[in-house]
């Protein structure tokens, strides 16, 4: 961006307005440009979003009350609202997006985390209500607090209408399979609940789990690389040892009945699955090769990215089993319009009709609530 056009973009307010609509935009709208937005093309499929943050205001009200965040610290997407949501959604041709709620702070009692997650889901009830048909919603678990998240189950998915949970790929360094979690694993199982997943920032970050819980650490708030953000690497790594541990542990076969979705086409599981299979004996439990292709074609994958060419990952996932996702407004509007999207309509080794699919379809068949949402 050239020296005059960020001279455009002065203040507090325009961080927001980056994420919610992009750079290009903020600075064709300061210019008084005639030049159109995004290729109006983009709205010819109908599109689920299943990738969106949402971070509740109310929450970060009550948070930074109960002093138990800085709201300064943040980032500043986390404070775009829905009207802004809404604006990228018509750009993008999104029908409906599913909120992931973040709500990234370290409670100090089971009652308090509750109090959290109550909040949080009330807000996106309201949210849900208020646009009839635009957004659906996850239940924000915490699963090393075994009966809060027991009850937010239950809360979630048996009384407030949520289509699925989401979960972190690691508490405390305990990730996703291990057997820890089977408690929870059995009653999202009776729910055949769909396990929506995220990684993790690193420890101590303002957005980061308790310490331990991330990727290789580094300095506390800082990258593991300096200069690289932890988003370009170590988040696909947490989701890649999220998701070998649950083949290890078999954790699709033991609980069969839930669906599990793997953010950012899967991390780098796409990519070692070869070299997975062919030394995953020396993984404790033992590995087996067909247990890898076995679960590599029952997870569930959105494009939330921009993400690597498909045809890696296609060589072991079905079509039907890859979702969209923006990763908005983690991801700026820029970023999903000018990269991410174009990337994945140009993509020679997806079809017209897989586009169709991945674009809505896959969605609706994983979770048919979204159809009377």
């Known amino acids: 961006m050239s020296t005059s056009a960020l001279r455009l973009l002065g203040t507090p307010a325009d961080e927001l307005r980056i994420a919610a609509v992009g750079t290009s935009e903020v600075i064709r709208v300061a210019r008084g440009s005639s030049v159109p937005g995004p290729d109006a093309a983009r709205a010819v499929h109908p599109k689920i979003d299943m990738h ?77 209500q208020s646009h009839p048909g635009r957004f659906s919603y996850y239940v924000p678990l915490f699963l090393d607090d075994t009966d809060a998240s027991s ?42 609940a769909v396990v929506d997943t995220h990684p993790h920032n690193l420890p101590d970050g303002p957005c980061g789990p308790p310490a331990g819980s991330g990727p290789p650490s580094g300095p506390p708030g800082g990258s593991t690389v300096p200069g690289i953000p932890n988003f370009m690497c170590d988040f696909l790594l947490d989701t890649t040892r999220a998701a070998v541990n649950m083949i290890s542990h078999r954790t699709l076969d033991r609980f069969p009945d839930i669906s599990v979705v793997l953010p950012h086409a899967g991390g780098f599981l796409p990519y ?11 993984c404790e439990p033992r590995v087996e090769p067909a247990a890898v292709r076995d679960h590599l074609s029952r997870f569930y994958y959105d494009t939330a990215g921009p993400m690597a060419p498909a045809a890696t990952l296609l060589e072991h996932v079905p079509a039907d089993h890859i979702l969209f996702g923006t990763d908005w407004p983690a991801a700026p509007a820029d970023t999903v319009t000018d990269l991410a999207l174009p990337a994945l309509e140009a993509d020679p080794a997806f079809t017209p009709e897989q586009l169709r699919g991945i674009y809505h379809d896959n969605a609706m068949r994983l979770i048919p609530q979204l159809a009377t949402a």
């Not at 009550?62 to 138990?68: G, Q």
């Not at 500043?76 to 604006?87: D, F, H, V, Y």
């Not at 998915?157 to 059995?186: E, K, S």
């Open 272 to 282: 070692i699955a070869s070299r997975l299979q062919a030394l995953g004996r020396f």
């Open 151 to 192: 009850w937010a189950v239950r809360r979630g998915l048996g009384q407030l209408g949520a289509v699925g949970v989401n979960v972190t790929a690691n508490y405390g360094g305990v990730y996703l399979g291990d057997p820890a979690y089977d408690r929870l694993f059995h009653e999202l199982n009776e729910f055949s």
């Open 52 to 128: 969106h943050h949402f971070c509740a205001p109310q929450w970060r009200d009550w948070a930074a009350h109960h002093e138990l965040i800085d709201p300064d610290r943040l980032p500043p997407w986390s404070r775009l609202g829905t009207e802004a949501a809404i604006r990228f959604m018509d750009d993008v041709g999104i029908t409906t997006a599913v909120l992931k709620p973040m709500l990234p702070a370290r409670y100090r009692s089971s009652a308090q985390l509750r109090e959290a997650v109550n909040i949080t889901l009330q807000s996106m009830v309201e949210v849900a």
